[in-house]
């Protein structure tokens, strides 16, 4: 994205790209009214092409002033400065929704004075025009992304400012605090008033905990959880799956092995995205290359999850292989699900407790879909740890504002101890500087450009 810069027009497409209803290209900067102006024309002759009313849409036609032939019938509005998207004047040119007719309006757009905007350019200039602060605008794509209603609740909320409302007055407090202190080591102490700076950092250093403390919660809404399904073959793993999406989306037969590769899908668990990893049966020993690719990609799954559905056959004893891949598991958070409980249990219970003795026991019949509800409160008690979402509660939900939120903490802590053994001034106020600095980031007062640039090129073009 390079030096930003705000004196030149944008234009990008703002929908996605093929057949539908509507395609709309969006242009923000000085030249955007101007752009429209030299492409539009009213459908009415009696209209005076240059009258567009703030906000208000106009019908017409796009022509290519080459040779004045019509690209495609329009609707468009113009959203003058300061009050639009970006703080600039903003053009938006609604047009039917076919790849060929709005590739061929922003192709004139771009001819005309504007350039293609990057990624997450125009929602880069709403946060460098102060519209909106970085946590705001990293909300805007979390609620591009939201797969289920809480997560979009927790977007909605940080997008109005939630999260900021409560980091600005711990930041305000701890700019106080510093002032004081660079001000006691530039006078005298007869100068300056002895203040107490103990009281408000443990004050800053609790509200941070409280903070922290709906991190996790908070980043299970945003990202979801990743569950493995391992067990050995034919225990009914891709049933599981079927069961949980409520349709046939893994293949299920008798033969042992059906399954020779991982397969995704997402289910929304009581506002959680569940990410369910069917993977391949494993066996110590795999009856061909492909199923041996198959049990390391399951491995390999198992690893990455952040949740592992020990599934069973209750309908037989146990082997040798489940014992195995429970060892895989370890200490890695984990349900054991005891699957075919509509056939009589020949698993033994002692054995079963012995498996994962840390993990909960579930039974189920993937094939009667009985237990299944009762699974799903299991995955929820387990990731969620009892706890439910709570609306008036401004969730930290992203991974980088955790970060910034316990460098923040651990500078207030170290400023706390500094203090008691005596620290000088200055040294006490380099950790009190770090941690408005950690703060700063959330926000954006003190986001460098790297920082900038990593975030807002997560965003597609046109957002």
């Known amino acids: 994205m390079g030096v930003f810069n705000l004196d030149d027009t944008i234009a990008a497409v703002a929908t996605p790209l093929g057949e539908g209803g509507i395609g709309i290209v969006k242009i923000s900067g000085p030249a955007a009214v101007e752009i429209l102006h030299r492409l539009f024309s009213p459908a009415s002759p009696s209209i005076v092409s240059s009258d567009f009313r703030p906000r208000q849409l106009r019908w017409g036609y796009i022509r290519d002033p080459h040779d004045g032939s019509i690209v495609d019938e329009v609707l468009a509005v113009v959203m003058p400065a300061p009050h639009s998207y970006t703080r600039q004047d903003v053009v938006e040119i609604q047009s039917h929704g076919g790849i060929l007719p709005v590739r061929r309006i922003l192709e004139l757009v771009l001819t005309h004075g504007a350039r293609l905007a990057e990624p997450g350019e125009m929602t880069l200039r709403a946060f460098l025009n102060g519209r909106i602060d970085l946590a705001q605008a990293e909300a805007v794509l979390d609620i591009v992304r939201a797969r289920t209603e809480s997560a979009l609740r927790v977007a909605v909320a940080q997008l109005g400012g ?109 506002g959680v995205p569940l990410i369910l990893v069917d993977t391949a049966g494993i066996r110590a020993h795999p009856q061909d290359e492909v199923e041996r690719l198959g049990v390391e990609r399951s491995r390999a799954a198992l690893r990455q999850a952040d949740l592992a559905l020990l599934v069973l056959d209750g309908s037989c004893p146990l082997e040798a292989a489940d014992f195995e891949i429970a060892a895989l598991i370890g200490e890695r958070p984990a349900l054991v699900v005891i699957n075919k409980s509509d056939l009589p249990p020949r698993a033994e219970t002692d054995a079963l407790l012995s498996l994962l003795p840390s993990a909960s026991l579930v039974r189920i019949s993937a094939l009667t879909g009985e237990g299944i509800a009762e699974l799903e409160n299991a995955i929820l008690e387990k990731v969620l740890g009892g706890q439910v979402l709570t609306a008036d509660i401004p969730l930290v939900s992203n991974a980088r504002h955790k970060a910034a939120l316990s460098r923040a903490r651990e500078h207030v802590l170290a400023a706390i101890e500094g203090h008691h053994q005596g620290l000088s001034a200055d040294l006490v106020a380099i950790d009190v500087r770090e941690a408005m600095d950690a703060l700063g980031e959330i926000t954006g007062e003190t986001a460098t450009t790297d920082l900038l640039e990593t975030i807002f090129s997560q965003f597609c073009i046109g957002k």
């Not at 391992?230 to 999406?245: F, Q």
């Open 162 to 270: 939630r999260l900021s409302a409560r980091v600005r007055p711990v930041r305000t407090q701890l700019l106080n605090i510093l002032a004081y202190l660079e001000a006691s080591i530039d006078f005298t102490e007869d100068e300056i008033p002895i203040q107490d700076i103990i009281t408000p950092l443990n004050a800053v250093a609790n509200a941070l905990a409280e903070l922290l403390n709906t991190a996790d919660r908070g980043m299970i809404y945003r990202y979801g959880i990743r569950a493995a399904i391992v067990g050995r073959p034919n225990v009914g793993k891709s049933s599981l799956l079927n069961a949980l999406l409520r349709g046939d989306r893994a293949i299920v037969t008798p033969i042992p092995g059906t399954t020779r590769d991982t397969l995704e899908e997402t289910v929304n668990l009581q």
